[in-house]
T-cell receptor, first 110, second 112 residues
Framework: QKEVEQNSGPLSVPEGAIASLNCTYS??????FFWYRQYSGKSPELIMS????GDKEDGRFTAQLNKASQYVSLLIRDSQPSDSATYLC??????????FGSGTRLLVRP | DGGITQSPKYLFRKEGQNVTLSCEQN?????MYWYRQDPGQGLRLIYY???????QKGDIAEGYSVSREKKESFPLTVTSAQKNPTAFYLC???????????FGPGTRLTVT
């Protein structure tokens, strides 16, 4: 069964620090990976997508992909209290369906 | 204003009743998806549709039904056969040739 694993947290970091969120996946066929941010009671919001090995940067966010290790990560630089949310990692299978992890809860302390 | 709308935001039903959740998009996306989210868990795929008049079961389709008569609409019916229907239901869509899925605001269904 295809799986995406995330540490449920909470991951607690001080304001201004780098938050590092990690995700592993089991399906070697997966080529596309996504990070969604979900505030409590709200729907997921896409913040990053990554398709190739290496790093992809967008503002304070950097996604990292290592297909050999089946590992995806999200770095959030200069973390703000408004970044406090649950971060969902998703892998896309060959039918374009998304397989989601259970999410990591991030708390940024003022 | 382009986007995905879901209605209603909150829905309450008695056990044994069927209920239909609405999902509409004006993004001209071909593919649409229904997910269910339970507290503290990730999203699980219920049904998806890649084109009009065609849809496939996801991982947890039992007790649910869908239709796709129009490109912009993908309603989900939660039937009385669904054993634990109380959950947060999320609709998403994806454009042709695009990998990303975008979500609507969700419907929180409570069945008592």
């Amino acid at each position: 069964q295809k799986e995406v694993e995330q540490n449920s947290g909470p991951l607690s970091v001080p304001e201004g620090a780098i938050a590092s969120l990690n995700c592993t996946y089991s399906d070697r066929v997966s080529q596309s990976f996504f990070w969604y941010r979900q505030y409590s009671g709200k729907s997921p919001e896409l913040i990053m997508s990554i398709y190739s090995n290496g790093d992809k940067e967008d503002g304070r966010f950097t996604a990292q992909l290592n297909k050999a290790s089946q590992y995806v990560s999200l770095l959030i630089r200069d973390s703000q209290p408004s970044d406090s949310a649950t971060y969902l990692c998703a892998a896309q299978d060959s039918s374009y369906k998304l397989i989601f992890g259970s999410g990591t809860r991030l708390l940024v302390r003022p | 204003d382009g986007g995905i709308t879901q209605s209603p935001k909150y829905l309450f039903r008695k056990e044994g009743q069927n209920v239909t959740l609405s999902c509409e998009q004006n993004l001209n996306h071909d593919a649409m998806y229904w997910y269910r989210q339970d507290p503290g868990q990730g999203l699980r795929l219920i049904y998806y549709s890649q084109i009009v008049n065609d849809f496939q079961k996801g991982d947890i389709a039992e007790g649910y039904s869908v239709s796709r008569e129009k490109k912009e609409s993908f309603p989900l019916t939660v039937t009385s056969a669904q054993k634990n229907p109380t959950a947060f239901y999320l609709c998403a869509s994806r454009g042709q040739g695009i990998y990303e899925q975008y979500f609507g605001p969700g419907t929180r269904l409570t069945v008592t």
